[in-house]
Every structure is written in C-alpha cells, then in structure tokens.
C-alpha cells in the first residue's frame, strides 16, 4: 500500500502507461525522510514557471487538505482559511495545478488480469456550490471515454497487477487537459465515491469485482457503456443550521429516489455547522447524445432538488 502511495511510483507509471505527470516534489515531514524543506516547491516552479501548486497531505482524502500556492508570486492562491505553505509536521507533497475535467477511473487488480469498470467526473466549483475550493462536491457518469484512454488507463492497471502484489478495488485520479491529454494525479487503492455511480447505473458492481478479485474467482463481464447516466452532488450548509423537527420532517418528506444520507431523527436539536454537509441530492437520465448534454442535464436536475432544501430551510426558519 506504502508504494501504491508513493509519488516516486506514480510518476514512472505514467511514463510506462503513456500518461502525463505533473512536476512534484516530496516533502517529510521535519526530521523524516525525504525532502524537509517546506518552501522547495519554489525550486521546482522555477523549472515550471506559470500556474499554481497544490500542497496534498499523504493521507488527505476528499479534497478537504489541500492548499493552493501561485508559483508565479508565491503567495497563497487559495480560497481556504489555513495556511498554503503545507505542515511540516506532515508528509506530503507539492504538485503542478493541472487543468482540465477531473476524472475518477474505477478498476479492479486481479490475479490474471485488470479490469475497467468505468469512468466518472466529479463536480468542479464551476458546477456546484462547497464550503472550499477542491473538497469533494459530488460525481456523475458513466462518462464516455476514447480508445486511446481506454487503452491508457488499462496499461496503467496492468503495471499496478505486474509490479505490486496489489489485488481488488483501485480508483485512479486522472485529469484531462483542453487538449484532451489525461495527467495522472494519485492511485487510491480503496472504495472511492464515484463508485456508486457504476452500481447506480447498472454498469458494474465493484464490490462483486473486488470480491472475485480476492478470492480469484472469475468475474462477469463488463460492458462498455450503460444505459442510463447518474449524478450525486452534496448539499453543504452555507451557515450553521439548526435540525429542527419540522426541519428534519420536510427533508424525509423529499422523494426517496432523489435524497440520500438524510441526518437521523435522532440528530433533532443539533445543529449542522457551516461547511459541513446536510445530505446527498441525486439524479438519474437515461443515456444522453453528449457527455455535456447530459452533465447539463443532471446538473439541473440536482440544482431542482437543491431548491426544494432552500426551500425547507425557509419555510422552517433554520
């Protein structure tokens, strides 16, 4: 797992698998091992002058830890509160800014062979409202995908199979630029959000796959499309909200098809601090032309629903 986590380990899998990898740099924490100086990023946006660089803790997850640093000024270009210059007291590293369409590739790592059980985009602050600037806003997909990403992203499982003793699940953080080149950014060898996607769809159950995986078993095919796309989107709390009755009774009357992680009615009285989330709005459309009409679509229709909770929260006084 150590070396699955391991930026080293990224970078020559996306050299071997034809993928980019944007310029970054390890930093240990103080007194650890590797690069202890908090301010080297400098060095290395010096060799990649323009944009910005994210610092990412190694054992960040859902967005909510990295900070954003302007290598052409060198001060912070990040909308979050706590400093940009990373903690020293944490391992980490500093990476290019790539932009483009963020992408989560979702496969699995078996004995024999990979598999690629489908590719999801999750929501950029373009596309939906959250508390700071890369947490995890939601996802939507089946998206679909050209032959020379498909084949890419294959390679890449494939060199994962060969040179670690890795089996089961494995969600891949790639980006894909204007150009349409996809950067590979982190492997996450777990259980990732966008999962659900492939289960709501119909497209691929990853828990069967991971289970086939561990116990080599052979696992049903898998098609290449779905028949129908969805999307998930976190409502988060824009001021501290109090969970009234009332309030509790108006999110439970919402449709069941569209709402999800609803908070208990054990949790009436408390209250949702701002920046945390309230619950889950999802939708679902059949199969549309376009990636984008379809990203459209749902964007309106979990917009709809997100209405509704404004709504309640109105109507309720919280």
């Known amino acids: 797992l150590a070396l699955l986590r391991s930026v080293d380990f990224w970078r020559q899998l996306a050299g071997d698998s034809g993928l980019r990898f944007p310029p970054s740099v390890r930093l240990a924490p103080a007194g650890g091992e590797g690069e202890s100086d908090p301010h ?157 996607v492939l289960v709501a769809t119909g497209l691929a159950n990853p828990v069967s796959h991971h289970l086939a995986a561990w116990n080599d078993l052979p696992a049903s095919d898998v098609p290449q499309a779905s028949q129908s796309i969805f999307g998930k989107a976190i409502y988060y709390a824009d001021r501290d909200v109090r969970l009234t009755k009332r309030f509790l009774a108006s999110l439970h009357a919402l449709p069941n098809h569209a709402v999800a992680d609803l908070p208990a009615w054990t949790m009436a009285s408390q209250t949702v601090r701002r920046g945390h989330p309230i619950l889950t709005l999802k939708a679902q459309l059949g199969r549309p032309t376009t990636d984008q009409e379809g990203k459209s679509a749902l964007l309106s229709q979990l917009a709809s629903m997100a209405s509704q909770v404004e709504r309640a929260m109105e109507v309720c006084q919280v």
């Open 40 to 196: 080297r990023w400098a060095y290395a946006a010096k060799e990649s002058p323009g944009g910005n660089w994210l610092w990412k803790p190694n054992d960040g997850a859902g967005g909510t830890r990295i900070r954003q640093m302007s290598g052409d000024q060198g001060r912070s270009a990040s909308d979050d509160p706590q400093p940009s210059q990373g903690n020293p007291a944490v391992a980490g590293y500093w990476q290019k800014e790539i932009a483009g369409r963020s992408l989560g590739v979702h496969c699995v790592v078996g004995q024999d062979d990979s598999r690629l059980l489908g590719v999801t985009e999750s929501l950029s602050r373009f596309d939906w409202p959250g508390p700071s600037h890369f947490i995890y806003r939601g996802s939507w997909g089946p998206i679909a995908i050209s032959a020379q990403g498909r084949h890419q992203m294959l390679a890449l499982c494939e060199l994962v199979r060969m040179r670690t003793a890795f089996r089961g699940w494995l969600q891949i953080d790639l980006v894909e630029d204007p150009s349409g080149q996809l950067w590979l950014l982190e492997l996450n060898p777990r259980w990732a959000a966008g999962m659900e």
